[in-house]
C-alpha cells in the first residue's frame, strides 16, 4: 500500500481524507532542467485566462483560478499526480507523522463520484461500516457530482467533533446507503504486534510512516522477549495498507533481510529518481537516524516468514512483499495487491504550496515491475470478501502502463463479470453476510489462520473450497467466513 500507503501510498490511489501518503523522497525542484517553454501554448493559456476573467457570470478570483489551473494540469497525467495547495500540504505533512484530521477514507474520483479506496484502520470511517468499492454522491446536502476531488476532500475534512453525513451507493444495495460520522483527531498506530502462542509472533503494519522502522524494531524486540528466544515462525501483515514513506519500507524489509541485500531500485527521467536501495542503515536511516535496527535480534533474518497482502496493499507494501518474496525471504499468501509501482516526490512551492508528481516506476529486486499488476500470492487465500467491487491500479483512469509486462494492464481472469458472479453466488449459499471488521489475527481471520497452518505445515485452505460441514476442520465457522 497502507517514509505508504509511504503508500508511497496511498495507495495506492486517491486521497486520504485528511491525508494520502505515496512514495517521498526528497528532491529538489531546481535540479529538474527546465525544457524549453512553449510560448504560443502559453498565450492561449494566457487568452483563455483573459476571457474568464472578463466575461464569466460572475467574478473569479486569480488565486482560485491559477489552483484550479495546476490542479486540472496535475491530474490530467496520472491518479497519483496532484497539485495540494498550502492546508493540503499541511494535512499531507502531518500524515506522515501518524496524525491528522478527518474521517478516515482514502478516495479517488470516478464518473464524477467520490469512491472509496479503502477506509483507514481505526478511523470513524471504518468503524462505520465504509467499504472500498462505496461511491459517495453526497456529503451532508451537497451534491457530489460537480465538486472537483480537492473539493470534495476539504468538504470531508473539519473540526474534531464536528458531524458530517455521507450519503452512499453501494453495488448490490437498491438504495442509497446513509452514514452519520463524527470527525475527528486520527493518531493512527502504525505498527502492531500479537504473541500468538509459543514460537509464534505477528506483526501489522497499517501504514508506512516516519517512526515505522523504529516502533518495528521495538516490537520485534519485546516479541523475542516475551518468546525467550528464536520463534518457529512469523507472519507480517500488509493487508490493507496504502504504502507510505520509502525508507520505512527499505527498512521494514532490512529487519528480515540479509545486510546490503537489494530492497527495490527506482528508474526516471532526472538523476534523483534512479536509486538502488539495500538492506543498509545508509538507505534506511535517513533524516539523521542511527540504526534502529541493530538491536534487533540476528534470528529474525532466519525465521520461517509468512507475508499477508491483499488488494488493499499498495505501494511500499507492495515493495516490502516483492523483495521478500524475491529473495525467497517469505511465503506470500493472500490475495492479489493493488499494483501501485510508481513513485511520486514532493516538491514544495515557495508559498507554502507543493506537488506530488510521479517521477519514477520502481522496480524488485528481481527487476519485475508491479506497476497496474501488483504481487501475486505465493499461495492464494480467499477471505470470503465479495471483491467485484474492488478497484486495483489498473481501474484507475490515466494509469501508468507496466513496463515490464504486455498483458499487465489486462484484466484478470477472475475479475471476469461472469466468473465473479459465479463465485458472488457460490459464497451466498455457503455463508452468512459480513457483519462488520474482523478483528486481524483473530479465529474470526481466515487468511490468518491459514498463514498459522503454513508455518506449522499443516494443510492451508482456500475459502472458496471451505464448504459449510468442513468449516470446523478449517478454522472458520459457516457463520463467520464472511468476516
Known amino acids: 500500500m497502507r517514509s505508504t500507503f509511504s503508500k508511497f501510498g496511498l ?28 510560448i504560443d501554448d502559453l498565450r492561449m493559456f494566457a487568452e483563455v485566462y483573459s476571457k474568464v476573467k472578463s466575461d464569466y457570470v460572475e467574478p473569479v478570483e486569480d488565486k482560485k483560478l491559477i489552483n484550479e489551473a495546476l490542479t486540472g494540469m496535475l491530474a490530467g497525467l496520472d491518479p497519483h499526480s496532484t497539485f495540494m495547495d498550502a492546508d493540503a500540504y499541511k494535512d499531507l505533512q502531518a500524515g506522515t507523522q501518524g496524525e ?13 463520484l467520490v469512491k472509496v ?58 438504495k ?32 508506512f510512516q516516519e517512526h515505522t522502522g523504529e516502533d518495528l524494531a521495538k516490537a520485534l524486540k519485546s516479541l523475542h522477549d516475551q ?16 504504502g507510505g514513506l520509502l525508507d520505512s519500507a527499505v527498512g521494514v524489509s532490512a529487519a528480515f533481510l540479509p545486510k546490503d541485500d537489494l530492497v527495490v531500485y527506482t528508474e526516471g527521467r532526472v538523476a534523483d529518481s534512479k536509486m538502488h536501495l539495500t538492506a543498509t542503515p545508509l538507505d534506511y536511516a535517513r533524516r539523521g537516524k542511527g540504526d534502529y535496527l541493530k538491536d534487533v535480534p540476528a534470528d529474525y533474518k532466519k525465521t520461517p516468514m509468512v507475508v499477508l497482502i491483499n488488494e488493499g496493499s499498495a505501494s511500499a507494501s507492495e515493495i ?32 507554502g504550496s507543493a506537488i506530488k508528481l510521479t517521477t519514477a516506476r520502481y522496480f524488485t529486486p528481481n527487476g519485475r515491475s508491479i506497476q497496474a499488476k501488483g504481487i501475486v500470492p505465493d499461495i492464494s487465500v480467499d477471505d470470503g470478501f465479495d471483491h467485484s467491487n474492488s478497484i486495483h491500479e489498473a481501474d484507475l483512469g490515466k494509469h501508468l502502463s507496466n513496463p515490464k509486462d504486455a498483458d499487465a494492464n489486462k484484466v484478470p481472469e477472475i475479475r471476469d463479470a461472469a466468473k465473479i458472479e459465479a463465485v458472488n453466488k457460490a459464497n451466498e449459499k455457503k455463508f452468512a453476510e459480513q457483519k462488520g471488521p474482523i478483528e486481524p489475527a483473530s ?34 465457522k459457516p457463520e463467520d467466513s464472511k468476516k
Open 100 to 112: 491528522f484530521g478527518g474521517l478516515g477514507i482514502e478516495v479517488a474520483m470516478e464518473d464524477g
Open 227 to 242: 518468546n525467550k528466544g528464536a520463534f518457529k515462525g512469523f507472519i507480517l501483515d500488509l493487508r490493507n495498507n496504502p
Open 176 to 207: 442509497p446507503l446513509t452514514f452519520n460520522l463524527t470527525r475527528a483527531i486520527i493518531k493512527t498506530q502504525s505498527v502492531k504486534n500479537k504473541y500468538i502462542e509459543p514460537g509464534y509472533g505477528y506483526v501489522r503494519i497499517t501504514q
Open 320 to 351: 516490502v512483499a516483492g523483495a521478500l518474496q524475491d529473495h525467497k525471504r517469505a511465503t506470500i499468501l493472500g490475495i492479489q495487491s493493488f499494483g501501485k509501482g510508481s513513485v511520486q516526490t514532493i516538491l514544495p512551492i515557495n508559498n
Open 11 to 38: 495507495v495506492g490511489s486517491g486521497v486520504l481524507v485528511g491525508i494520502l501518503i505515496s512514495l517521498n523522497f526528497s528532491a529538489l525542484a531546481e535540479k529538474i532542467a527546465s525544457p524549453q517553454l512553449p
Open 117 to 174: 479506496v479503502s477506509p483507514i484502520e481505526d478511523s470513524p470511517a471504518y468503524k462505520a461500516g465504509l467499504k472500498s468499492g462505496d461511491l459517495i454522491m453526497k456529503l451532508d446536502d451537497t451534491q457530489v457530482r460537480g465538486l472537483s476531488l480537492n473539493d470534495a476532500v476539504k468538504k470531508m475534512r473539519g473540526k474534531p467533533d464536528t458531524p458530517i453525513v455521507l450519503t452512499v451507493l453501494r453495488k448490490g444495495e437498491a
Open 443 to 476: 479465529k474470526d481471520d481466515f487468511q490468518f489462520m491459514q498463514a498459522m497452518n503454513q508455518l506449522k505445515g499443516l494443510p492451508v485452505v482456500k475459502m472458496s473450497e471451505v464448504k459449510p460441514t468442513e468449516a470446523k476442520a478449517a478454522d472458520v
